[in-house]
């Protein structure tokens, strides 16, 4: 056998290359969710956040990274009321002390879980805070934040984003991550928007597509024009899906009167 001509082995070097390379040294348009440097949801948005009745203390089980475990506390309960849906349990960690530092600290996240369309906040059952400064953990139902890293995230204006993405494992993760619409967006697509996406597809696509998706479908006009039109280009179906997935849930659903103390 002749071997190749030299431009033809060149090309057939370059090709075992790229299929080589790992996923993660490949470009992607972005990193993640939590480095994206566009304000998606504004803090001085609409929020559906009405008000916050403290339930006194009672015993829940809390994911602590800390500990990477789950342990049983005698945490503060609180409930935050929304006017289109129903109320999501607040528990702070006993760490914070009083009632009072634990209203305070439930208090700079209830914005922003009001500012969810109901479809993202419906399958939150519980909403726990840790001191500490650990990443955010979303699973089914439930999401956990620590102190430090939302302080840092609310001085760079991204809690809102954060919440959005951990409410998409909170809520819709168990229903859509791995549906055959989201494979087949996934197979369709010419890529991953983010780094953090591409290593973790089956775990992180879906929240962090949705926050870019559901910025173009909802505030079309706060990603620049050139990045809009790299996350089109690199994501179309994906977005279709999450335009599905925000057509699929009730825009409000039947929310209780709050308790007389219910405060804010
Ligand atoms: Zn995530």
Not at 89 to 106: K, M, T, V
Not at 231 to 258: D, N, Q, T, Y
Request: charged share 25%; aromatic share 8%.
């Amino acid at each position: 056998m002749p071997s190749a001509p030299p431009a033809l082995s060149r090309r057939i070097a370059l090709a075992a290359l790229l299929a080589a390379t790992p996923l993660a040294a490949q470009e992607y348009p972005f990193g993640s969710t939590a480095d994206t440097v566009f304000d998606i949801i504004r803090t001085d948005d609409p929020t559906a956040f009405v008000c916050l009745s403290y339930e006194g203390r009672t015993t829940r089980q809390m994911w602590d990274k800390r500990i990477d475990g789950e342990s049983d506390l005698n945490v503060f309960l609180f409930q935050a009321h929304f006017s289109d849906g129903p109320p999501v349990d607040i528990i702070l960690n006993p760490e914070f002390g009083s009632e009072g530092e634990a209203r305070a600290e439930a208090m700079r996240y209830v914005r922003g879980l009001g500012q969810l369309p109901l479809v993202f906040r419906q399958g939150i059952r519980q909403f726990g805070v840790h001191k500490g400064d650990k990443g955010f953990h979303g699973g089914p139902g439930k999401i956990f934040m620590y102190h430090d890293r939302a302080t840092r995230r609310i001085e760079q204006a991204h809690l809102e984003e954060s919440i959005l993405h951990e409410s998409v494992h909170a809520s819709l993760d168990r229903d859509w991550r791995q549906s055959p619409q989201w494979r087949a967006a996934q197979a369709k697509d010419p890529g991953f928007l983010t780094r953090y996406a591409a290593e973790h597809p089956e775990g992180e696509d879906l929240a962090e597509t949705a926050l870019f998706a559901y910025a173009l479908l909802r505030y079309p006009g706060r990603i620049p024009p050139v990045d809009s039109a790299a996350i089109v280009a690199r994501v179309p179906a994906r977005i279709a899906v999450v335009a599905e997935i925000l057509a699929s849930g009730p825009v409000s659903a039947p929310a209780p009167k709050p308790p007389e103390s219910c405060g804010s």
